[in-house]
């Protein structure tokens, strides 16, 4: 009889009225939050369609550069004094020397040019990559790290082109030996290697996010 007085008792209308509201609001926060994890997912995603993009541009851009770093190799290896009787290494940097004081000036320029047009698509890359970091993307680092060494070989061709402008300086040197070494250190079939790789490590990186992403 007690029980039953009290459910008399109730107002029913107002417990309909507050079930619904409690339930509406549960409605409303589960709703919001697959709306966040949808709208999460899409700039995920949105930014790895621009990181691919822009590493699309870059790779299809920088084999102009390393392919005119080789022939300036080749041209280096042409001047070498075959018949001197100086040991390899002294021979090697006698025919570097000749050729920066033949064609150095020349073809630096031509690189210089190309290095310009490859950089915007540079930029745009380590920009994006910087910006990738606000998402805490699982194994991001390595993808950084890939991008770093991409555009990093840009830096290294530059300072080639800028050694064998460098026409009248000292080759006596000790400071200018050291550099004209590190250039003739330059490897463009390394740094083919090394483009490939990364770009690769670009690729599985964004392929094994979007799994994450859309699991």
């Known amino acids: 009889m007690w029980s039953f007085d009290a459910a008399t008792s109730l107002n029913w209308l107002e417990v309909i009225k507050t079930l619904v509201a409690i339930i509406t609001a549960a409605i409303a926060f589960f709703a919001l939050r697959n709306w966040q994890r949808q709208d999460k997912a899409k700039r995920q995603a949105d930014f790895l369609d621009a990181l691919i993009e822009a590493t699309h541009t870059y790779i299809a851009e920088v084999p102009k550069p390393i392919t005119l770093l080789q022939i300036a190799k080749i041209g280096m290896a042409s001047h070498v ?80 082109a800028v050694t064998i402008a460098s ?28 483009v490939q790789k990364n770009h690769v490590a670009v690729l599985k990186f964004a392929t094994d996010t979007y799994q994450r992403i859309y699991r």
């Open 167 to 194: 026409t009248t300086w000292n080759w006596e040197n000790p400071e200018v030996l050291r550099l004209l070494h590190d250039v003739m250190a330059i490897d463009p079939s390394e740094i083919r290697e090394s």
């Open 81 to 160: 004094p075959t018949w001197d009787s100086d040991d390899d290494a002294d021979r090697d940097v006698k025919g570097t020397i000749a050729y920066i004081e033949k064609n150095g000036e020349r073809d630096a320029k031509r690189l210089l040019e190309l290095l310009e047009a490859v950089e915007p698509s540079a930029i745009k890359l380590r920009a994006l990559a910087a910006k990738g970091q606000v998402f805490s993307f699982d194994g991001y680092a390595k993808c950084q790290n890939a991008v770093t060494s991409l555009t990093w070989h840009l830096e290294r061709i530059q300072a080639f």
